[in-house]
């Protein structure tokens, strides 16, 4: 293998229905940094099913060049299909560097590809680099539960291949008017790739908002004492415009549904504001929401380790506090809202 | 001696301790509330074969040994002592004696329906006159024809009106005093046999302990267990095994409490500091640990020469009244580190005080184990 | 059917604690335990056996201290036990990893692989599929469902906002969530058979059909370039109120600061 003839940056692109996940933006941001850094493109990979009115949005976002495979094979999402195109595209076009959305889906495609290719993958990463010596990818994971941080290369084989952990990484500022060149890829998706049929699609029927996409969240922990105490949070919540969060311990007691889980095990959210309450701050669950730009705690315990990350840590009890934060808070809009 | 477990007793420890944390002990408060047989434990224990543990896989048990059944009754006490009595009490006394001095025909018949919990076991020597000194007894059976008819009554009976069979005691020769007595296994469907009031008890308030009333109750002539005229040394026998159980109940609880309260101690803050910085509180729990781990080890002691050796009377004796005396002793002092909370229902300190008293005195007091042991050490 | 589950023993890393003078992780006194997603994968496959009939092998790949898990998932109810285990496997990453385990499943027949999705102390979620490609056959991932008619299997498969119900024929690779059933404790009685009365079959490097550059360290494209301990971003203000109300004012002030509200 000549590493000179692996060059640029791709990112695979999913979508689900034609709408493009999140997780992919942020990606395509990602990967303008580094194929800055190693001076090389962005290229989008977009596989689907009549998905070509989504070249703008890919383009938009950092997309310097895309490669299209249009299959109705490709929709919905299964295993085999998608990896053989991306296995194709890889032999053919030689990426440096591909980068998956470490999602249900990406976390199910990228070790496929990544046996069949040959080559090494890197789990849920949180952070990317490129080595300013050998221009190689610095991949860098949380291990143990999210007690200890790895650094991971893949010297010897191409392309390096990473999933990234939705939340992680900023999208790019928007290229406005940019329309990036469209390759299809011709590739035929035989019976042989067809082994997995989906009889049924069933939604989840939720009418809340990701908390992945809340601008505020307000978190609960054991220290919240009974399920019912969740409403305190919710009210409050209401009133700033956000939404509820939790920490493990309440999703495992049964207290709350795992979809509202932060952390190691749940979700990576960063949020403008994040209220901690009655959350210890397992190292788990620091994991998840550090990187929020402001973070309060409440906590009686002063040795509670969430106060090592908060901006502002509150010693005292949440289960009194956050009604009487809700009740000022109303009362401070209610001012406001009159001047 | 070797005090390290094998492997299989290791892991057989893990698998207790998960069931007692995850099943057991979120009823406990609630068992001991409500005043209410553990039913949701006697289910569970059925599903995962946990009520037949020492004895031999050809009656359906599960092939373990002694000790590793001591094991479970004292991790299962440690989060629940009621539900910890009702295993031993079925184990060591309802299925015990059956299964050392039954007849090829009534193994056959009750073990594997017992060690599969498909049965529940009890056992029946206490009466109102024949407590610690059991040649008292007053129940009667009279063999007629192919039957023998039982009158009397028994008081104290674990597990009374769940068990599906009793094993009693009662007189068939009043001339001989002890020699007199015989045991019967009594199933409850038996006409003549009624279970009568229940006790309200200072403590183990989910094990049923009840009345049994015989009244011309027909038990027929093959369900004679041994002898007739042995039923003595059957009971005697099976005490001397039931004592390991209460032993390995009475460490549970300690332990329980120990658990419970080094967790306070280091939660609870007074005069700015958490309980476990003051020296008291170390030095108490010092000395606490300490005799827990002795009283551990005279139990685990005591198991296996119940494996090991034909007699082991004073192994047994040993261990229930160390074991006994040292939970009752624990308690106490936890509870007190517990201050004020530690006697209220919020915290289960008071309930496993409670629940240790009875360990000095069911299947033989701490007064009966003296006796015991100083006849060995005096002889 | 022949169902084949694959384990890994883990640190319990709930348990696992940092030094706080060194940052490092203490592994000491940490208790090992079988990985819950594949334990959940174990009790899919028991359920299968008990419902239907199957023959429940488990595989796990390890140091010889991993026989603990394979005893214990045999006191669960598994038929057959091996211990995939030589110091040439050490090192492994996931693609040498799921290249060793895939030539021990050439060994051994199966209609159903069952993995977990991922393991605790790594949560890469990567050698199930890898497995599966390197066998050639489908995989299904993120499984919470599983129910085989025929040489059919149905999977109820999760994603972020959706289930797809997937059939697949036989044989295919299947991961396991951790929350798809509650697992069965072991029997007393099961655990002393696994010790006493059963055996964990070992394949050794010798055993199987792989190249050393596949396997081991060697066989490894990824490489740990360092390991450090998680760096917190430094705390704030810490207060302590005197009351709910003060602490409730305290919040709403700093709130107006930063234009919140």
Redesign the interface.
């Known amino acids: 293998m000549s590493f000179e003839d692996y060059k640029g940056v791709y990112v695979f692109v999913q979508q689900v229905e034609s709408k493009i996940d999140n997780v992919s933006f942020e990606l395509l941001g990602k990967a303008k940094e580094l194929a800055n850094n190693m001076g090389t493109e962005v290229t989008a990979v977009l596989l689907g099913s009549k998905v070509s009115g989504l070249y703008d949005e890919l383009s938009k976002w950092g997309a310097d060049k895309i490669l299209v495979v249009d299959d109705p094979a490709l929709e919905p999402y299964t295993t085999e299909p998608y990896a053989y195109c991306m296995d194709s595209i890889i032999r053919k076009y030689k990426p440096a560097v591909v980068l998956y959305g470490a999602t249900a889906i990406g976390r199910d495609l990228a070790p496929r590809v990544a046996a069949r290719v040959g080559t090494g993958l890197t789990a849920d990463c949180t952070k990317l680099e490129v080595d300013a010596e050998t221009k190689d990818l610095r991949m860098t994971r949380p291990a143990f539960g999210g007690n200890i941080m790895a650094t991971i290369l893949c010297p010897e084989h191409r392309p390096q291949m990473a999933t990234v952990r939705p939340g992680v990484m900023e999208k790019a500022k928007p290229q406005a008017g940019f329309k990036a060149p469209v390759e299809v890829v011709d590739l035929k998706i035989g019976a042989e790739h067809k082994n997995v049929d989906v009889v049924k699609i069933i939604k989840k029927v939720s009418n809340k908002i990701d908390i992945q996409d809340a601008k505020i969240l307000v978190a609960g922990g054991r220290g919240m004492g009974k399920p019912e105490n969740f409403k305190m949070l919710r009210e409050l919540a209401d009133v700033l415009g956000g939404e509820v969060a939790s920490s493990r311990a309440c999703v495992d007691a049964g207290w709350v549904e795992k979809d509202i889980q932060v952390g190691q095990t749940g979700k990576t959210v960063r949020p403008s504001l994040y209220i901690a309450c009655g959350i210890s701050g397992a190292i788990q669950h620091l994991a998840g929401m550090e990187e929020s730009d402001l973070i309060i705690a409440i906590n009686k315990d002063q040795y509670a380790p969430i106060f090592e990350v908060a901006d502002y840590g509150i010693i005292g009890d949440a289960l009194t506090i956050v009604p009487e934060l809700t009740a000022k808070l109303k009362e401070a809009i209610a001012e406001k809202e009159a001047v | 001696m070797d005090f390290i477990l094998s492997k299989e007793q290791e892991m057989a420890r893990t698998l207790f301790r998960e069931v007692a944390e995850n099943e057991i002990k979120p009823l406990a408060a609630e068992i001991d509330e409500e005043e209410r047989f553990p039913e949701e434990a006697l289910k569970l224990f059925r599903k995962y074969k946990f009520m037949g543990i020492p004895y031999s896989k050809e009656y359906g048990g599960a092939g373990c040994d002694t000790l590793t059944y001591e094991m479970c009754v004292e991790e299962i006490s440690k989060a629940c002592a009621a539900t910890g009595t009702m295993l031993s009490a079925h184990t060591s006394l309802g299925t015990w004696p059956i299964v050392n001095y039954g007849t090829a025909e009534q193994k056959a018949k009750y073990l594997p329906k017992l060690c599969s919990g498909e049965y529940l076991g009890a056992f029946a020597l206490t009466e109102p006159g024949a407590g610690t000194d059991a040649s008292g007894q007053q129940t009667k059976a009279v063999l007629e024809g192919d039957h023998y008819v039982l009158n009397g009554s028994k008081i104290f009976i674990t597990n009374a009106g769940y068990a599906d069979t009793y094993v009693v005691f009662a007189m068939t020769d009043k001339s001989k005093g002890n020699h007199g007595i015989s045991a019967f296994i009594v199933e409850k469907s038996f006409p003549g046999f009624s279970v009568g009031k229940k006790e309200k008890k200072m403590g183990i308030h989910g094990s049923a302990t009840c009345e049994l009333i015989f009244e011309n109750c027909i038990v027929p002539k093959e369900n004679l267990l041994g002898k007739e005229g042995k039923g003595f040394n059957i009971a005697m026998a099976t005490l001397d095994n039931g004592r390991i159980g209460i032993a390995a109940q009475a460490l549970g609880i300690a332990e329980g409490a120990l658990d419970e309260t080094i967790k306070y101690v280091k939660e609870r803050k007074q005069f700015g500091r958490p309980l476990a910085k003051f020296q008291n509180t170390q030095f108490q729990l010092a000395d606490m640990v300490t005799s827990t781990k002795a009283a551990q080890l005279l139990l685990y002691r005591a198991a296996m020469a119940e494996d090991t050796k034909k007699r082991y009377s004073e192994e047994a004796a040993m261990a229930k009244l160390f074991c006994a005396s040292n939970a009752m002793d624990v308690t106490t002092r936890c509870l007190q580190l517990f201050g004020g909370y530690g006697y209220t229902r919020e915290y289960p300190i008071e309930r496993m005080m409670r629940d240790a008293k009875i360990t000095e005195i069911y299947e033989g007091t701490s007064e009966v184990q003296r006796m015991v042991i100083s006849k060995y050490a005096l002889k | 059917m022949n169902i084949v589950v694959c384990v890994k023993q883990v640190?319990n890393?709930?348990e696992?604690?940092?030094d706080p003078k060194t940052g490092t992780?203490i592994r000491e006194g940490v208790p090992s335990i079988m990985n819950p997603d594949d334990k959940a994968g174990l009790e899919a496959a028991l359920e299968l056996k008990d419902n239907l009939g199957a023959r429940v092998t488990v595989v796990s790949m390890g140091p010889p201290q991993a026989d603990?898990v394979l005893?214990?998932a045999m006191?669960m109810g598994a038929d057959e036990a091996y211990l995939v285990t030589d110091r040439a496997f050490g090192g492994a990453?996931?693609?040498a990893t799921?290249t060793t385990i895939a030539a021990a499943l050439k060994k051994i027949p199966y209609d159903l692989i069952i993995t977990g999705r991922q393991a605790?102390?790594?949560?890469?979620?990567?050698?199930?599929?890898?497995i599966?490609?390197?066998l050639g056959i489908?995989?299904?991932?993120?499984a919470e469902d599983i129910q085989v008619e025929g040489d059919t299997v149905?999977v109820k498969r999760?994603?972020?906002?959706?289930?797809?119900?997937?059939?697949?024929?036989m044989p295919?690779l299947i991961t396991a969530l951790g929350?798809m059933n509650k697992p069965?404790?072991?029997?007393?009685?099961?655990?002393?058979?696994?010790?006493?009365e059963r055996e964990v079959k070992t394949l050794t490097r010798k055993d199987l059909d792989v190249q050393d550059t596949e396997i081991g360290l060697k066989g490894?494209?990824?490489?740990?370039?360092?390991?450090?301990?998680?760096?917190?971003?430094?705390?704030?203000?810490?207060?302590?109120?005197s009351d709910?109300?003060s602490?409730?004012?305290?919040?709403?002030d700093?709130?107006?600061e930063?234009f919140?509200?």
């Open positions: 640190p890393t709930n696992v604690k940092l992780l603990t005893r214990e006191a990453d996931t693609l799921s605790i102390d790594g949560d890469t979620a990567q050698v199930g599929p890898e599966a490609e390197h489908p995989n299904v991932s993120y149905t999760q994603y972020e906002d959706r289930y797809h119900i997937v059939k697949a024929k295919c929350a069965r404790y072991m029997t007393p009685g099961g655990i002393f058979d696994a010790y006493r490894s494209p990824t490489r740990v370039a360092k390991s450090f301990p998680k760096q917190l971003k430094g705390s704030g203000t810490v207060v302590t109120p709910a109300e602490a409730a004012e305290y919040i709403v700093r709130l107006k930063k919140i509200i």
